[in-house]
Structures are given as structure tokens and as C-alpha cells.
């Protein structure tokens, strides 16, 4: 506990040092320039060194310590458990099944992404209600939500493994090319889309390299370290947040929490990404 106290001074330390540099809300009105620049910002490179000996003891195990006590020990108003929640593996098994969503799940009769599924299985098991989700799907300075920090169990029992999600059912495919095309789709007040930021190499927006998310050795970068602690603020965020941030960036409207447009975007990416290794929840800045 000691150790985790003072990693947990780092961080804020940290925290102080990168505020500066963090992501700004929407302000910028021109695309990202294509850098002329070396591949990374040196701040990038920076931060890249602090992450690799922040994540040897990282702070998200709390958040998964926590989920892992839900999934594990709470039980449902009609007792109902975390250990009849299919992921796509069998009742109950957790262990490599956050690598293999998105996947259609027949009983849902939905492709469903990890965060989408456990959310499911939160509501029809242990009784959490949809509009309380809804009225806070994301986590803040004051609270992470419970299902983010089951989320962030879920991913954890897949660190290490291969991304590996399925492409057999008609309608995993249809959420590949669903996924595709919302990624080229250009539209909003500045004729964006996900491809003016992150369909080329060496894009950057002021100190953030953006990856090339059509490129397999970077679309891992849409899992890697999500759900991920965000140093600026003290809190978990998962993919699904990173999805809906990013509709601003593009001056979209945001789609609603665990749309299907969202799980097709994800779908698209994480087969993109299919064969690379997850290292598991992170640090994000
Ligand atoms: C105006 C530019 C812009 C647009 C358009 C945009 N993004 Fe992003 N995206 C960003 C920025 C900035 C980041 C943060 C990069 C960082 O944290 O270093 C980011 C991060 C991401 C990440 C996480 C990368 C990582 O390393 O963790 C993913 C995945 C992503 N975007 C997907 C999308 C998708 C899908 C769309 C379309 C719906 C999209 N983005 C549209 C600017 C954009």
C-alpha cells in the first residue's frame, strides 16, 4: 500500500507537469498539419518514458481491483451474478474475452464491443438500470462508474494475449464495413472524418501524434492502454469515451452511449488490429 500511495503521488505530481500539455477541449479549426517532424513530439517521448515506470505499478488496479470484487461478489436483486454474463467465451469466463470483441452475441441479437456487453450484462444480472448508465456512462473527477471499473477487470484478465476478434457471423462482417465506412466518411463543419486525423502516417495536433488507425502495427493503438488512467484528472476512461471524444474532434454530433455506430467503429479497428499483442489497461494523459 505504501508503494501504491507513493505511485499515486507520482502520478498527481505528473499530473501537474502534463496539465499544461493535455489534451485542450475543442478549440482548433484547422486539420492536423502533416509533420515534416521527426516521428514523435519530444514531449511525446517524454511521456513515453514516465509511462513505462508508471505502468509497472499502475494505478488502474485499483479500478480493477474493483471491478473484480463486482464481477466476483455482488449479487443481483433477484440473485442474479456477474458468473451467468456470457462475453463470448461461456458463462462466466472472462480470461481472453475482452480481446475477442466485438462479437455477435446471439441472445443480445447485436454485435456487441467489451464495454457494451458488460454493460448488458450489468443490467440483466445485478440489476443496474439503464437510465442510471446513460445519466453517467463516462467517469469524471468525482466518481468512475461501476461498469468502468468491471470493464477494466474484463480487460485486464486479456493482458498479454492477441487481439483476435471474430470475423465469421454475416453480421460481424457487416459491423467491419459498417465500421469502414463511418471511418471515411467525411461531413460536419469542417468536412471530417476519423481518416483526416488518423488515415496517414506522422499526423499530429500540437504534442499528440495521431496514429494511422487503417495500419495494423497502429490501429493497436486504439486498444493498447484503454481503458486507460487518465494522469489529468485521476480516473479511468475506456474506449468507448476515446470514441465519443473523438466525434467532437470531428465537430459531430456525439453519438449516444453504446451506439451501434460505435461498436461498428470499434469493430473495424480492433479487426484491423488483429494479431497484435494487448498489454492491458494503461496510463493515458
Ligand atoms: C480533428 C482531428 C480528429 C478527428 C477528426 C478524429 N480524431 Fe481521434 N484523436 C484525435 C486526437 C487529438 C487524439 C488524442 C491523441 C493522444 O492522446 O495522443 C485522438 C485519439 C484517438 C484514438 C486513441 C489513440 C491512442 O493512442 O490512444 C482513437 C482510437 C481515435 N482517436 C479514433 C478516432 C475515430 C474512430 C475517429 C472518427 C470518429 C476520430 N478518431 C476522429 C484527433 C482526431
Redesign the pocket.
Known amino acids: 500500500m505504501k508503494q501504491r500511495t507513493s505511485t499515486l503521488l507520482a502520478v498527481a505530481a505528473l499530473t501537474a507537469a502534463f496539465a499544461a500539455h493535455a489534451?485542450q477541449p475543442?478549440k482548433?479549426t484547422a486539420?492536423?498539419a502533416k509533420a515534416a517532424a521527426p516521428a514523435k513530439s519530444a514531449i511525446?517521448e517524454e511521456f513515453e518514458k514516465f509511462r513505462e515506470v508508471l505502468e509497472e505499478d499502475n494505478p488502474a488496479e485499483l479500478f480493477e481491483a474493483k471491478g473484480e470484487d463486482i464481477w466476483k461478489n455482488r449479487k443481483g436483486p433477484d440473485g442474479g451474478s456477474m458468473a451467468q454474463c456470457d462475453l463470448g467465451l461461456g458463462a462466466g469466463v472472462v480470461k481472453g474475452a475482452y480481446v475477442q470483441m466485438p462479437r455477435w452475441f446471439a441472445d443480445a441479437g447485436q454485435v456487441m464491443d467489451a464495454e457494451r456487453r458488460v454493460v448488458h450484462c450489468m443490467m440483466k444480472y445485478l440489476g443496474y438500470k439503464e437510465a442510471d448508465i446513460r445519466k453517467q456512462p463516462f467517469s469524471n473527477v468525482n466518481k468512475t462508474p461501476d461498469h468502468v471499473s468491471v470493464i477494466t477487470y474484463v480487460a485486464a484478465q486479456s493482458r498479454n494475449m492477441k487481439i483476435a476478434a471474430p470475423q465469421k457471423h454475416p453480421k460481424e462482417k457487416e459491423a467491419y464495413n459498417v465500421g469502414k465506412e463511418?471511418?471515411a466518411f467525411r461531413g460536419g463543419p469542417?468536412d471530417?472524418?476519423?481518416a483526416?486525423?488518423?488515415g496517414a502516417d506522422g499526423m499530429r495536433?500540437r504534442t499528440?501524434?495521431?496514429?494511422n488507425?487503417r495500419k495494423p502495427d497502429q490501429a493497436i493503438?486504439?486498444y493498447?492502454?484503454?481503458p486507460?488512467y487518465r494522469m489529468t484528472g485521476g480516473f479511468m476512461l475506456t474506449?468507448q469515451w476515446?470514441?465519443n471524444?473523438?466525434?467532437r474532434?470531428?465537430?459531430?454530433p456525439e453519438p449516444s452511449y453504446l451506439s451501434d455506430s460505435v461498436t461498428a467503429?470499434l469493430a473495424y479497428?480492433t479487426v484491423t488490429a488483429n494479431g497484435q499483442v494487448y498489454k492491458g489497461p494503461g496510463i493515458?494523459?
Open positions: 489534451q475543442a482548433k486539420p492536423p511525446t463511418i471511418f469542417y471530417f472524418s476519423c483526416t486525423c488518423h495536433i499528440q501524434d495521431l496514429p488507425l493503438r486504439a493498447q492502454g484503454w486507460g474506449q476515446r470514441m471524444d473523438c466525434f474532434q470531428q465537430r459531430f467503429l479497428m493515458k494523459r
